[in-house]
């Protein structure tokens, strides 16, 4: 693959399953304006609410 993936995380709280779908497509498009590069980039946005909790 040699890199060619980016994972952007984002709050749970603060964007929603719909603005992360736009989102992914906005950086894709961002990046093929921008860039050359051989093949295709994979553009992952993670939403994801992580809940710790500690026993003593």
Do not use: L
């Not at 995380?9 to 961002?30: G, N, P």
Request: charged share 30%; glycine share 4%; aromatic share 4%.
């Amino acid at each position: 693959q040699a890199g060619r993936e980016i994972r952007v995380m984002v709050s749970s709280d603060q964007v929603s399953d719909d603005q992360s779908v736009v989102m992914a497509r906005d950086i894709a498009k961002k990046i093929e304006a921008e860039m050359t590069y051989p093949g295709q980039i994979k553009v992952n946005v993670i939403r994801e609410t992580r809940s710790v909790e500690y026993a003593r």
